[in-house]
């Protein structure tokens, strides 16, 4: 049974590759639209909101297309606008007047897209007929993290091979792995959900002080992750006057690296440690590193605070999703949704307010004060979540 489905669990991991591209791609090209269209902090930070508030949006509606299309047509769907946005990327700046609302216009139909995928590759994976679904979640989140490295190094490079006036070959370039993905998917079994099972009857498990813990995860998750990642790469060039080139891979690559290395260690050790302890302690972590990028003036410390950040981000997001699953087994595509939602909510926000604290202030100041998402994530898991509620398969 399991071997039929391995090229199913192939597509959703190359689902989750399609969504780190989506993600990170474009914030490397941040000092390109500065050097050409002359964009401020705010106004870079203004793309990445407008990612995710659309993100938003697909996670609301989502179940509601499951509902009247299934998973598969659902993978096939998300795929499709997101290899239709990235092209829309590269050609519509070059002939409409105002390239920046080309590019949010070319980001909102790609992050619908991303959106999508979001909310169904966890579950299609939970459906799967495999042993240990927490590893198996772990190791889903894994290719994110090795997508969003594999992004990072390639983009480096092309930036480096096209220049900064021919920037818009690369979403051409990118357009490729989801378009290749929608085929794939078309051609392999899915297990679709029980519409029965598929809507909770009862809102309780919404009401729950364990699903508000997992719904705080989700939202400070998603902060903590992304205002790092996604500014990184401005920090070490412009904070720590670091090359383009070096810093991009010494800065977000190294962070995605560490991200996906944790999240395979999470996963093979799965069952043999105590969520809630993993969660305290990486979330200290992620705090104290947050605070060597803000006030730490030797750069080779500041980059190692970066990469070290990824892992301590490494197991909230998938964690978060594994307890929930054991914690509610009829939550759902609701639930899934919900958790999307409110994680890409974070992913809006954290960066979103760094870049509006750094055109008041700073970078550093800016980092600074999105440190308040792992702590919020720390005293959480500390006060509210308890022990008994932190068991998975």
Known sequence: ????????????????????????FLPILFIVFQNNYGLRYE?????????????????????LIVNIIGYKGCAILCHGLCATGLVMLSLLPKVMCDAYIAILISVIIYAFGSGIIEVIISPMIELLPFKNKAANMAFLHSFYCWGQAFTVICTT????????????????????VPFFNMFFFIKVPVIEPDKVNDNVKSNSIFLSREFLCFVIFMLCAGASELAMAQWTSMFVQKGLGINKVIGDLTGPCLFAVSMGVGRVLFGVISGKFSYRKALI?????CFICYLVV??????????????????????SWPGTYSLASARF??????????????????CSCGPWLLGVIADIFNLRTGFLVCSVFPLIMFLTA????KEKDCKVN
């Open 382 to 385: 500390f006060f509210l979540l």
């Open 329 to 346: 087994p009829n939550g759902g595509t609701l639930m899934f949704s919900i958790f999307a939602l409110f994680g890409d909510l974070g």
């Open 157 to 176: 490079v092309l930036v480096s091979f096209f220049g900064f006036l021919n920037w818009n070959l690369i979403p051409l370039v990118w357009a490729t």
């Open 1 to 24: 049974m399991e071997k039929s489905y391995k090229s199913t669990k192939t597509a959703c991991y190359i689902g989750y590759v399609v969504q780190a591209i989506i993600n990170n």
């Open 43 to 63: 106004k870079l930070g203004r793309i990445i909101l407008v990612n995710f508030l659309i993100q938003i949006v697909s996670d609301m509606i989502t179940p």
């Open 294 to 315: 803000a006030f730490c003036k030797i750069p080779v410390l500041c980059l190692i605070a970066c990469a070290v950040c990824g892992f301590s981000v490494s197991l």
């Open 281 to 285: 302690f990486n979330n200290v972590l």
